[in-house]
């Protein structure tokens, strides 16, 4: 397993402190020059900053304000801020709900960046507070890569209990000190409430904080946004993020369970060109909240290739806006659940690809049976099927290696190895898939497997049924997934981990050699 850098062994005091004080004035440069203004004149910082999509020499700052203001951003090599990298400044105004976005560019790769962050107001120039952050950018050489992911944020009603120490598993993530974290879906539960008190099963209160946005479930734009601030509510979600650079993607919770772009839809209805108003709501506030870069020629458009140096390609795909409906059934054997053009567009990048590993961030699994997602049972391709059958066949024509997928949204976690010789439809190459997950969230018990592409579970954990589903987070059954890439021997180790911090199972994953057509067609 690759081994971690000394230079980033913070402690668990240094992780709080840096990452949640509110007046970080005692610096060097612009940011944090004294003002003699009243305290109330200030603008402030409304909840945690991010960072996110961190490459070779970028990266996204994300902050919201308090008010109307103008963010403004330094960053630098080394925590003193002595000698500054680059800055960037944007306006965060109501119509974002107070949000503001700026891409660092022209950043060393390999590096840690330290940047900070302070909204002055507009009118009259007045410095707000200053807080600092911290990524790392990817490296140019092959340096050793790690990074964890899972998903399902404060669903099915378990909120902040501060008494049981809040979203415990980013405290525990961090502690792990990744050099970034994959969220793969359902960041909130947009269709599930937050109670004041929910019953556990041993006959205690669960106790949430709780916020007005939370008290129903969201169908208005300030709902939805108010969803993305209940996080905010927590030290752990706070501390971490400002830590750790997180790539964004989406699944059903962020507008409504199971959702589809066709079937989903409130008593707004749709727009004239047929866009749900409710899932454009829903979109709108998660680009608001995500310190995910945004694509000006698509805007909206998720699905995206994050490259982190030689060893490693993030290929963050959506199994949501694109799909043929809400359910995969019917008397059609045609079905998607990517569409065309985004199929398109991750068959020319996987074979365009030169890093040694292709990491496929889902936000559902292919092989568990579900009629939200892909496996429909035993037996040959059928409906979304057909469309992952030809990405698969498509992958061994190619001759693409090294292809990996992780994903999350089933409430437990499982090493699944896909195997041609087990398989109904056999025409791909063996590959592996890693469901972990809830971050903080109800748990279930593990699903079924269809043989249709050959899955075996090499591991799987969940509650059972004494425990019963939708088990509370305080009984530890909360996952997440570790990835170490070792930069001399470039194996890949998998690591599924609980919000303890325990290594549950663990995989090394040796990389074969590529066998590609040296040519490959230009798509955009």
Known sequence: MATLRASRAWTRRQFLVRSTSSLALAGL????????????????????????DVSEGSAVIWARADRTA???????????????????????LPDADFTS??????????????????????????AGETRTGHFRTAPAAGQSVSFVWSGDTAGQGWGIDTSRGGMRSYRTMFDNRPDFFIHSGDHIYADCTIPAELKLPNGEIWRNRVTEEKSEVAHTLAQFRGNYRYNHLDENFRAFHAQVPMFAQWDDHEVTNDWSPYGS???????????????????????????????????????????????????????????????????????????????????????????TWKVVAADLPIGLISLDAVALGDGPPDRREHEIADLLSFIRRAGVRNIVWLTADMHYTAA???????????DFEPFWEFVSGPLHAGTWGPG???????????????????????????????????????????????????????????VDILPQPQVRPAVVAQHS
């Open 29 to 52: 440069g612009p940011l944090t020059r004294p003002n003699l203004s009243r305290a109330a004149d200030r603008p402030l910082i409304a909840g945690g900053i991010q960072s996110g």
């Open 70 to 92: 103008r963010m403004r951003v330094e960053c630098a090599s080394a925590e003193s801020f002595k000698t500054i990298l680059c800055t960037a400044s944007a306006d965060a």
């Open 101 to 126: 976005k700026v891409l660092l560019r022209d950043l060393p790769p390999g590096q840690d960046i330290f940047y900070r962050v302070r909204f002055d107001d507009i009118a009259t120039g007045v």
């Open 265 to 355: 839809v409130d008593e707004t209805g749709f727009d004239v060109d047929g866009t749900s108003r409710l899932v454009a709501r829903a979109r709108r506030a998660f680009f608001d909240f995500m310190p995910i870069r945004e694509i000006p020629q698509q805007q909206g458009r998720i699905y995206r290739k994050i490259s982190y140096g030689p060893l490693l390609d993030v290929f963050m795909i959506d199994m949501r806006s694109y799909r043929d409906g809400t359910w995969n059934k019917g008397e059609e054997h045609d079905g998607w659940i990517l569409g065309r053009e985004q199929l398109a567009w991750l068959k020319h990048e996987l074979a365009a690809s030169c890093a």
């Open 416 to 426: 699944h190895y896909y195997d041609p010789n087990r398989a109904v439809f056999q």
């Open 448 to 506: 079924e497997l269809d043989n249709t592409f050959g899955p075996v579970a090499m591991y799987q954990h969940g509650c059972n049924s004494e425990q019963g589903e939708n088990l509370a987070p305080c009984f530890g059954l909360q996952f997440f997934g570790r990835v170490d890439i070792d930069g001399r021997t470039e194996v890949m180790t998998v690591t599924l981990k609980d919000v303890d911090n325990r290594d549950l199972w663990s």
